[in-house]
C-alpha cells in the first residue's frame, strides 16, 4: 500500500522482493520461507479489516537500534541495528471484543512439526494470554503439503511441556490433524481463520 | 531487563538513555519527551503482566529496513533503515478477555492537548477497534503540571471530527477533565489505568 504521510515526512518505499530475497540470512527465522505464510496472513488480516469483520495486525519486527544519523532537512537515518527476539507473538487485535493473538510458523517437514519453531518468550506469553481469557492460537503450515492448520494455544502448550518431561520435540501431523483444525486455503480470504474459531467458540 | 536468549543468539545490548540524548533528532515524535511517560506505561504494564492482571504490551517501534548485511559467524546487521509512521496506536493486549487498546502522548501545553500528536492513520485504527467492540482509550499527560487522563477514542474521535469540520486542533484541558478520568500517579502501578478501566466497564 503507497501512501503519502499527511506530516510531510518522507515516503521510505517498501524493501523489494529481490532485494529481500538477494540478502538472505541462513537463520531461517529471518529468511523468507515464512514470506508466502505472511503474506497471505496479512491479505487475510486486511480483507477482515475493510470487511469489518475483525481487526489483527502483525506487529513490527522488533529491532534494536544501537546508531542513528540525523541529517538536517531529511529523515532519520538507523545506521547500525540488530534483530531482537520477539517477546510476545506476532499477530493481535480483535474480533467481536474478544482478544485474538496467534503465532504463524511453518515447516517443511511432513509427518511433524518441530517445536523448536517457537522460543520460550512465545510460550510464556501464550499461556499469560490464556490464563486472561484470550483467544489464543498457532497457524501451522506444512509447506511441501501446502496444508494450514489451526492448533488452539491449549494444546501447543501441552506438547511443549511434553518436550520439557523428556518427550519428543515436535507435534505429529496425525496429533495435529486430531487436535487442529485444518484451514481449506481460499482465494479471499487466503486463510479464514476467523471462520474457525467461530466454529471452535460459537460467537 | 537484560537476558540471554535460549538459543545462542548474541545478546544486543540497550541503546543507553545518555546515546539516546546525545543523539535527540529535533522532531519531537521521536525524541525523549515522552521517555518518562513510556517508562511508566512499560513499568505499569509489567507490573500488570507479573500479577496477572493484564497482559499489555508495548509494539515494536516500526523500523523500514533497506539495507542488511550478514557477516559470517554473527549476527545480521541493519546497516539502513529509516522509522516508519505506525499504523495502530503503540500499546495494546488483553484483560478478563477483552481487547485493551491505547495509545499514550504527552504535551507541554498548559490549558489544550494538541490533536497532532495524533495522526490520521492511529485515528483510523481507533475508530476501527471501537466498532469491533474493543475498549480503546488515550492516554493524555501535561507535562508541566505531572498530570495523567484516560480518555475513551469515542471522545477524542469527537474532537477530531471537530477539527476536521473547521474547529479547534487541540482540546481544552477543561474538557478532559470533564470527559476524561483522571489518573493519579502512583508507585507501583505508577498508572493504574485499568482500575480506571474497572470503574468505567464495571467488568
Given at each position: 500500500m503507497n501512501f503519502n504521510y499527511p506530516n510531510g515526512k518522507r515516503y521510505i518505499p517498501n524493501v523489494t522482493e529481490t532485494q529481500t530475497k538477494a540478502k538472505k540470512p541462513s537463520n531461517p527465522s529471518y529468511s523468507n520461507r515464512g514470506m508466502t505464510l505472511e503474506d497471505d496472513l496479512n491479505e487475510t488480516n486486511e480483507y477482515y479489516r475493510q470487511r469489518k469483520i475483525a481487526v489483527i495486525h502483525k506487529k513490527p519486527t522488533p529491532v534494536q537500534i544501537v546508531k542513528v544519523d540525523y541529517p538536517k532537512r531529511s529523515a532519520a537515518v538507523i545506521k547500525e541495528a540488530y534483530f531482537k527476539q520477539a517477546s510476545t507473538t506476532d499477530y493481535n487485535g480483535v474480533y467481536k471484543g474478544k482478544y485474538i493473538d496467534f503465532e504463524a510458523k511453518e515447516t517443511a517437514n511432513i509427518t511433524s512439526f518441530p517445536?523448536?519453531?517457537?522460543h520460550q518468550h512465545q510460550i510464556e506469553h501464550m499461556k499469560e494470554v490464556v490464563s486472561q481469557g484470550g483467544i489464543c492460537f498457532v497457524i501451522l503450515r506444512f509447506s511441501k503439503q501446502e496444508q494450514v492448520y489451526l492448533l488452539l494455544a491449549q494444546h501447543l502448550l501441552n506438547f511443549w511441556d511434553r518436550m520439557k518431561n523428556g518427550g519428543r520435540n515436535s507435534i505429529t501431523k496425525d496429533e495435529i490433524e486430531q487436535l487442529g483444525t485444518f484451514i481449506p486455503l481460499g482465494?479471499?480470504?487466503?486463510?479464514?481463520y476467523i471462520k474457525i474459531i467461530d466454529t471452535l467458540f460459537h460467537f
Open positions: 517445536l523448536k519453531n517457537f482465494f479471499q480470504p487466503r486463510i479464514d
